[in-house]
């Protein structure tokens, strides 16, 4: 047990301030300090530190506690963990001695930890000392790197005969199963045993913020044909979304300049830090997410991305734009001359040269969205003006400050005025059609959620065999399993089958509200997103997807067949159903909307039932503008509802018609 005594020599040395300012940004308020909390989603800050007291407090989900506390919650480990690592970070002294029992989760996590801090000490030490590790030392001579940055950044090598670090870590005494959960080891395919993850690779340790080793990068050497990089994969204790390389060096100086520089590679990152720039990161090999620039957003108000001038670097950049956008930073961009990086551009010109390009060079997003139109041609062309218009207000869209906002539509509309003549209200009314289409895309998002954690619940329920009460709004069980209507199953069908054009016709005349089952809705909605990607949604693609897909796909591929088969059985000729997709496509949407009018009827026959005077009038008009709408499809022909693709609509149209049904969908 570690004495009292101890503890409270740890709690005066430890900052509360400044170890809750590695997981919240902290303002000043009064005597105090406020952030939004780290223990439930909040907009507005009720999160505050009182140093005098040494504790924290949320007055919005009324978590409390102190500094020992708050690094239990954030980091996963137990009491005297907590202690230790404060202890570590605050130079007290703490006697090894026999620990309180941690919690079953606990120990997973400390033992996940401890395999990871092994497994950097046996790579750095392979690379000073193992003959097999002379081409990862002369990479990293060639870069100017001496053992002190080996040192500094725990760079090391993993032999390549693929046991070497089971077998050391197993020698120690260090339990497989943590080295497996750790992603370090994996069992072996031949049997019994396991081999290393990382064989054969330059090794960058990835840190928390607290400076713990969570994960590995493993950089190929020479000239194999093989992922240049490999990363750990998501463990208990490392979210790739939510880490960034090399924050536990640079936290500091980001406070300290209020600005953080974004760089792709972690050799950028190393060669910035040791040239004197060390308020810098990169994205841990991954793109950019939300939660990587919120951990950003904890230290520093402004954030500079650094990206390649490739495709795949620019495109990565005009998405951190967005999310950095939606975060509320302030973003600024930095080309580097054609064929250098940072890395290479400041070992060739050094700290001032850089410090003196991005004081000239870098540029507002606005700017930089504009500049790289420019050199694509897409100004010069008025089919694409339009365009790059809209994706610019598409990222002023994520601001969420209005008057900031209104400041960059001025903008635009200012540097508008040398390529295309528009009018400033014009662009207002832009901007208003794509925050519609963005909260329409969220409440979307929002609702094909809540229809998968139904599904989800139903199949849980059913699988328990135990009957649950139904929340609030939910249906109960035997409605959510009904059978799903053929005419639903049938446009899906159709569309994983007949591919992108199919799509275009479908979602001409339909949208996901037409679809009265869930799950239905929910793959609709899923092939819409694809589509809108340019990603796959074949029939062999959510064969492989994850449950509910692959049922449904079984599911609504029988619809295909059993009513050929019986009437083959009935007439003694085979009936193909889609001779005319098209053709099976129209009875398909007009059942759809005949059953979905009929739904609204009885809705809005239950509000007229329980509405008031004046509200009835109202009710009773959409009612007749309902019935009006089924009375014209259960009375027309199909051909006479919906024009063939290739009579009325070219397919230029349908897609015209498609991407107008996508942003108005209603």
Wanted: include cysteine; charge should be negative.
């Amino acid at each position: 047990m570690i004495s009292d005594e101890k503890k409270e020599e740890v709690r005066a040395a430890a900052d509360i301030v400044e170890v809750v300012s590695d997981y919240v940004k902290l303002k000043r308020s009064g005597s105090g300090f406020v952030g939004l909390c780290p223990y439930h989603d909040e907009k507005t800050p009720s999160f505050n530190v009182t140093p005098r007291l040494e504790i924290f407090k949320c007055f919005g989900c009324g978590e409390s506690g102190d500094v020992f506390k708050f690094v239990m919650d954030q980091e996963g480990v137990g009491f005297t963990e907590a202690i230790r690592q404060l202890a570590d970070r605050y130079g007290v002294f703490i006697p090894e001695e026999d620990n309180d029992e941690p919690s079953e989760t606990t120990q997973l996590r400390e033992g996940i930890l401890h395999a990871l801090k092994f497994a950097g000490v046996f790579y750095y030490r392979n690379l000073i000392e193992n003959p097999e590790a002379e081409t990862a030392v002369k990479y990293l001579e060639d870069r100017g790197y001496n053992r002190a940055v080996y040192k500094k950044y725990g760079l090391g090598y993993a032999p390549s005969g693929g046991e070497e670090l089971w077998k050391a870590a197993k020698n120690a005494g260090i339990d497989e199963q943590y080295l497996v959960e750790a992603d370090l080891i994996k069992p072996s395919n031949r049997g019994s045993g396991y081999y290393d993850t990382f064989r054969g690779r330059l090794m960058f340790p990835i840190f928390n913020p607290t400076g713990k080793v969570i994960a590995f990068a493993g950089r190929v050497l020479g000239n194999e044909k093989t992922a240049k990089y490999i990363n750990s994969s998501q463990t208990k204790v490392y979210n790739k979304s939510e880490v960034v390389y090399g924050v536990n060096f640079a936290k500091n100086e980001i406070r300290k300049h209020k600005e953080v520089i974004l760089v792709e590679g972690y050799t950028d990152v190393i060669t910035l830090m040791e040239h004197g720039i060390r308020n810098v990161v990169a994205s841990s090999g991954t793109s950019l997410t939300p939660g990587q620039m919120k951990i950003l957003h904890r230290y520093g108000e402004r954030i500079l991305m650094i990206y390649d001038s490739d495709s795949a670097g620019q495109t990565a950049m005009k998405r951190g734009i967005n999310i950095a956008l939606a975060e509320g930073m302030e973003v600024e961009l930095l080309e580097l001359p054609e064929g250098q990086d940072p890395d290479s551009f400041v070992k060739q010109f050094g700290k001032e040269s850089f410090e003196d390009l991005k004081k000239e060079e870098a540029g507002d997003f606005v700017d930089f969205l504009l500049l790289k139109a420019g050199e694509e041609g897409r100004l010069d062309k008025p089919t694409e003006k339009p365009k790059v218009i809209t994706e610019i207000l598409e990222s002023i869209a994520n601001i969420k400050d209005s008057i900031q906002r209104q400041v960059y539509v001025q903008y635009l509309h200012q540097k508008m005025q040398k390529f295309q003549k528009v009018k400033e209200s014009d662009l207002y009314e832009q901007l208003e059609r794509v925050m519609n289409d963005k909260r329409w895309e969220e409440k979307r998002s929002e609702r094909r959620e809540e229809a998968r954690q139904r599904v989800q619940e139903n199949k849980d329920d059913a699988s328990s065999g135990e009957e649950q009460p139904p929340h609030p709004g939910q249906r109960t069980s035997a409605v959510a399993s009904r059978k799903k209507p053929h005419f639903e199953k049938e446009l899906i069908r159709l569309m994983i089958s007949y591919g992108r054009n199919m799509v275009e016709y479908v979602c001409s005349f339909t949208n996901a509200k037409l679809f009265e089952d869930d799950e239905l809705r929910v793959f609709y909605e899923d092939i819409i997103d694809r589509y809108k990607k340019e990603k796959d949604f074949s029939i062999n693609t959510y064969t492989g997807e994850d449950d509910p897909f692959p049922r449904l796909v079984g599911d609504v591929l029988l619809e295909q067949h059993t009513a050929s088969d019986r009437h083959e059985e009935k007439v003694g000729l085979k009936y193909e159903k889609d001779k005319n997709p098209y053709k099976t496509a129209k009875s398909s949407i007009r059942a759809a909307q005949i059953n979905f009018y009929k739904r609204k009827l009885n809705e809005l026959a239950d509000l007229i039932g329980s509405a008031k005077a004046d509200e009835r009038l109202e009710l009773m008009e959409r009612q007749k503008d309902v019935k009006s709408k089924l009375t014209r499809r259960e009375t027309s022909d199909p051909d006479d509802l919906y024009p063939d693709p290739e009579k009325g609509l070219s397919n230029e149209v349908n897609e015209k018609v498609f991407q107008y049904k996508m942003k108005n969908e209603k």
